[in-house]
């Protein structure tokens, strides 16, 4: 089974109330990580998003290596560390 899958049924077995915790505390995380950003950023980083459409050859190489630069600011490896945790706080050990 994918690790999607997993997730999913996982998240079956807890109830709609701390299902809804937890995505309100991943929101809080996402909030967190996004606050690394100065004022503006957020603006460009979506700028920058909309304009790839998900493809790196619409972006010239400087708004590329700008793009690099917004997304290690909001240092993903953490967020995603942190999300899980609190995905999941029920989890066996």
């Given at each position: 089974?994918?690790?999607?899958?997993?997730?999913?049924?996982?998240?079956?077995?807890?109830?709609?109330?701390?299902?809804?915790?937890?995505?309100?505390e991943i929101?809080?995380?996402?909030?967190?990580?996004?606050?690394?950003?100065?004022?503006?950023?957020?603006?460009?980083?979506?700028?920058?998003?909309?304009?790839?459409?998900?493809?790196?050859?619409?972006?010239?190489?400087?708004?590329?290596?700008?793009?690099?630069?917004?997304?290690?600011?909001l240092e993903?490896?953490?967020?995603?560390?942190?999300?899980?945790?609190?995905?999941?706080?029920?989890?066996?050990?």
């Open positions: 089974m994918s690790f999607l899958g997993t997730a999913t049924r996982t998240a079956g077995r807890f109830s709609p109330w701390a299902r809804a915790i937890a995505v309100g929101a809080l995380t996402a909030k967190r990580h996004l606050d690394n950003l100065e004022p503006g950023e957020g603006t460009e980083l979506r700028r920058l998003i909309a304009k790839s459409r998900g493809r790196r050859g619409n972006l010239s190489e400087s708004e590329r290596s700008r793009l690099l630069e917004l997304v290690r600011k993903p490896g953490a967020f995603a560390r942190n999300a899980a945790k609190t995905a999941v706080p029920l989890r066996r050990r």
